[in-house]
């Protein structure tokens, strides 16, 4: 499958729905369809968050020190690279899944032209793929609530630039917390072994103890 390429546009899928279609399985095009439309809501959350956090970067780039504690500035920019991380993890996820429906759709159309409609009731191969998604679901709704609380505390520092006022913004944990193994653990691993496992710890509680003394 082209890179950027939409699931319903795969021509493994187009087979696959006007097969069920030809023979009444209207039940079964129903869920396929639904599950086209998941992965295309998700793929559009993981681009707008790339796009969101693009955004943050050079928002940072722009705030002056001599306002916003260069310490704070730092932690931002890792907690942004530490969402970039976790972006691409789960765009790479959303695209292998991708894959292996098309390939199943792919071997159930060919099934299917040898012995006939008993082979589309593989189907449930396809469809059964909804939970894995649900369990990307959950890790992309959980990245868009940390990408807010950057977003609320750039804007906290950009606030304090424009008053021309230097002090410390309180993040939130969500927001200065490193890779969850819930990311998986191959992305956690990497990300401590590229930053240390000290550095990791500290990010959120260096800027936490940054702003406790500025109170």
């Not at 086209?36 to 969101?52: A, F, H």
């Not at 390939?103 to 589309?120: E, S, T």
């Not at 909804?130 to 950009?158: H, S, T």
């Amino acid at each position: 499958m082209a890179e950027g390429q939409a699931i319903s546009n795969d021509s493994r899928i187009v087979e696959l729905l006007e097969l069920l279609a030809k023979n009444q399985m209207n039940a079964q095009v129903g869920q396929v369809k639904q599950m086209c439309d998941y992965v295309g809501t998700l793929e559009k959350q993981i681009i707008s968050m790339t796009e969101e956090i693009k955004s943050v970067r050079q928002e940072l780039v722009s705030m002056k020190e001599d306002t916003v504690s260069k310490h704070v500035k730092d932690s931002l920019k890792k907690v942004a690279d530490t969402l970039q991380k976790q972006c691409d993890s789960l765009k790479q996820q959303v695209t292998e899944l991708k894959e292996k429906i098309c390939n199943k759709a792919g071997k159930i159309v060919d099934a299917a032209k040898r012995k006939g409609q008993r082979a589309l009731y593989k189907i449930t191969q396809v469809t059964g793929m909804r939970k894995k998604l649900d369990a990307i679901k959950v890790k992309v709704d959980r990245a868009i609530g940390r990408m807010e609380n950057l977003e609320k505390a750039v804007g906290e520092c950009q606030g304090q630039q424009k008053q021309g006022r230097q002090g410390e913004v309180p993040l939130s944990d969500c927001a200065v917390a490193e890779p969850q193994p819930e990311y998986g653990a191959e992305l956690f691993e990497q990300y401590q072994r590229e930053h240390g496992k000290e550095t990791v710890q500290a990010a959120g509680q260096a800027v936490r103890q940054e702003v406790e003394k500025s109170r």
